[in-house]
């Protein structure tokens, strides 16, 4: 079975500064997605950004990118020109290519708090 | 404006009972989840259909029943069998079907608080 930990659980950064999440999985498939969603105070979840695996391109979606390093299992989301509205928890996932439904694995979660 | 309804919000309810958690979207999409979210344990999937008529059993699904009786709706039932319940309940669903293009996205509604006395 795939797993997918964060091993932050608080993570804090200055307004307009960068911040790193890390999540690591493991999987013993090859192709596979990876997921960074936002859970904002309202609870309302969102997803940020998507990795397909057999991509060697980082995704990028504005302020947000990834760091996907695959031989490593790793994959980090970089938020550059952090923002109030950014804080939020967010939570790495995996799908397998090879699963017949939309079936997601998620981590822990790191909570960021973003200061004034 | 198109998403998902979780009702109620906020749910308390005495141990040995049952309670019947509400998802409704609008979406038209065919697929539909339950996930319990725990602190520190991220989102774990509880049941999940894609179809009407049709579900199967996520990881955690003991002491829990759903049904799909309508595209639009996917209750989520609590039972007295369920030793932990108290937790919050996430319901999403995903435009995306079993041999069709990958998206992973899902879509949440704002979940149910559920609190055992």
């Known amino acids: 079975a795939q797993t997918v930990t964060q091993s932050q659980p608080e993570m804090s950064v200055q307004e307009a500064e960068t911040v790193t999440l890390s999540c690591t999985y493991d999987?013993?498939?090859?192709?596979?997605?990876l997921f960074w969603y936002k859970q904002p105070p309202s609870r309302q979840m969102i997803l940020v950004i998507r990795?397909?695996?057999?991509?060697?391109q980082n995704a990028t979606e504005n302020r947000f990118s990834v760091n996907f390093q695959k031989a490593a299992k790793s994959f980090s989301l970089k938020i550059s020109d952090s923002q109030l509205g950014d804080a939020a928890m967010y939570f790495c996932?995996?799908?397998?290519?090879?699963?017949?439904?939309?079936?997601?694995?998620f981590g822990g979660g790191t909570r960021l708090m973003v200061k004034p | 404006d198109g998403g998902i309804t979780q009702s109620p919000k906020y749910l308390f309810r005495k141990e040995g009972q049952n309670v019947t958690l509400s998802c409704e979207q609008n979406l038209n999409h065919d697929a539909m989840y339950w996930y319990r979210q725990d602190p520190g344990q991220g989102l774990r999937l509880i049941y999940y259909s894609q179809i009407v008529n049709d579900f199967q059993k996520g990881d955690i699904a003991e002491g829990y029943s759903v049904s799909r009786e309508k595209k639009e709706s996917f209750p989520l039932t609590v039972t007295s069998a369920q030793k932990n319940p108290t937790a919050f309940y996430l319901c999403?669903?995903?435009?995306?079907?079993?041999?069709?293009?990958?998206?992973?996205?899902?879509?949440f509604g704002e979940g149910s608080r559920l609190t055992v006395l």
């Open positions: 999403a669903s995903s435009i995306e079907l079993a041999g069709g293009p990958i998206t992973g996205e899902l879509f």
């Open positions: 996932a995996y799908r397998s290519a090879s699963d017949a439904g939309n079936m997601l694995t």
């Open positions: 990795q397909e695996a057999y991509k060697q």
């Open positions: 999987t013993s498939e090859s192709d596979y997605y």
